[in-house]
């Protein structure tokens, strides 16, 4: 099992800045990569970033390519989410969730492919 808990989320202004962390705890030893996901009212959840967890290769969503960058602390257990220049079309809540399956050179962009979840952060931009 592993057990997620994400942080950071709040109330910015468009154009704004916050960082989501989230940190891991239990069986992180066979983390394959980490993803963060997001969903607003009324809307499926939505694939926004990914890491994989030994050697940092990433890959985003069209909708937050080149605004969102996500990194990880693998001593801390941790994955960030640095959101930029946000808009009010990015509110919604954000979740981040592991992936234990070995999948080579690609990683998961369907929250299918991860087994575990957080809680949720509320993230709300204003216009």
């Known amino acids: 099992q592993v057990q997620l808990v994400e942080s950071g989320g709040g109330l910015v202004q468009a154009g704004g800045s916050l960082t989501l962390s989230c940190a891991a705890s239990?069986?992180?030893?066979?983390?394959?990569?980490m993803g963060w996901f997001r969903q607003a009212p009324g809307k499926e959840r939505e694939f926004v970033a990914a890491?994989?967890?030994?050697?940092?290769?990433?890959y985003y969503g069209p909708s937050v390519k080149g605004r969102f960058t996500i990194s990880r602390d693998n001593a801390k257990n941790t994955v960030y989410l640095q959101m930029n220049s946000l808009k009010p079309e990015d509110t919604a809540v954000y979740y981040c969730?592991?992936?234990?399956?070995?999948?080579?050179?690609?990683?998961?962009?369907?929250?299918?492919?991860?087994?575990?979840w957080g809680q949720g952060t509320q993230v709300t931009v204003s216009s």
């Open positions: 969730a592991a992936d234990h399956t070995y999948r080579g050179t690609l990683l998961g962009t369907s929250a299918s492919e991860y087994g575990y």
């Open positions: 239990g069986r992180t030893f066979g983390i394959y990569a």
């Open positions: 890491i994989r967890w030994n050697n940092g290769i990433t």
